[in-house]
T-cell receptor, first 114, second 111 residues
């Protein structure tokens, strides 16, 4: 089945540790996105990528890093510089930018601090 | 002013009721509009796109008023399974075309 796979489902980070969240899609979508959702809050954009080997900062990129070496994959690293990493992280993809193309989401990763 | 504003609710309605949600957006250049549904502790799922002339999908009707920068979602004959948070989502299509999400409106449908 086509879709977006995020792993792990739950992740715990120790103080000073970097952790990487995986996002893989087999929808052949060009664009991929990372969002963060805090309780009672809307989704906030962390990073996005419209094409392989290129990505742009979203609204809250500080303390995060990404790579886009393959079309199917867009991993997110939460670095130790992100002081409040506890949140629900959602990866999304879309067929192409522009037009009335919606984004489709993976089922998310919940990150907590140990 | 917030970019996409929604009444957080919750809206408590009995089964079979009709309920309407509203959403306002601040950027008049916004071009694409969507309603997503998010169940508790789950990912958002696309409910429907919103077209300029308004559109319907079964029990769901979406309307867009560009002059007032206002989007609505009407749910008829509410089911228990409609209980969820409904997210209003807007996109600018002028180069910077990422999505802006409202915080959502919670709907609780009771027997």
């Amino acid at each position: 089945d086509g879709g977006i796979t995020q792993s792990p489902k739950y992740l715990f980070r120790k103080e000073g540790q970097n952790v990487t969240l995986s996002c893989e899609q087999n929808l052949n979508h060009d664009a991929m996105y990372w969002y963060r959702q805090d309780p009672g809050q809307g989704l906030r954009l962390i990073y996005y990528s419209q094409i392989v080997n290129d990505f742009q900062k979203g609204d809250i990129a500080e303390g995060y890093s990404v790579s886009r070496e393959k079309k199917e994959s867009f991993p997110l690293t939460v670095t130790s510089a992100q002081k409040n990493p506890t949140a629900f992280y959602l990866c999304a993809s879309s067929n192409r930018e522009g037009g009335n193309q919606p984004q489709h989401f993976g089922d998310g990763t919940r990150l907590s601090i140990l | 002013r917030k970019e996409v504003e929604q009444d957080p609710g919750p809206f408590n309605v009995p089964e079979g009721a009709t309920v309407a949600f509203n959403c306002t957006y601040s950027n008049s250049a916004s071009q694409s509009f969507f309603w997503y549904r998010q169940d508790c502790r789950k990912e958002p799922k696309l409910l429907m796109s919103v077209y300029s002339s308004g559109n319907e999908d079964g029990r769901f009707t979406a309307q867009l008023n560009r002059a007032s920068q206002y989007i609505s979602l009407l749910i008829r004959d509410s089911k228990l399974s409609d209980s969820a948070t409904y997210l209003c989502v807007v996109r600018l299509n002028s180069g910077y075309s990422t999505l802006t999400f409202g915080k959502g409106t919670m709907l609780l449908v009771s027997p």
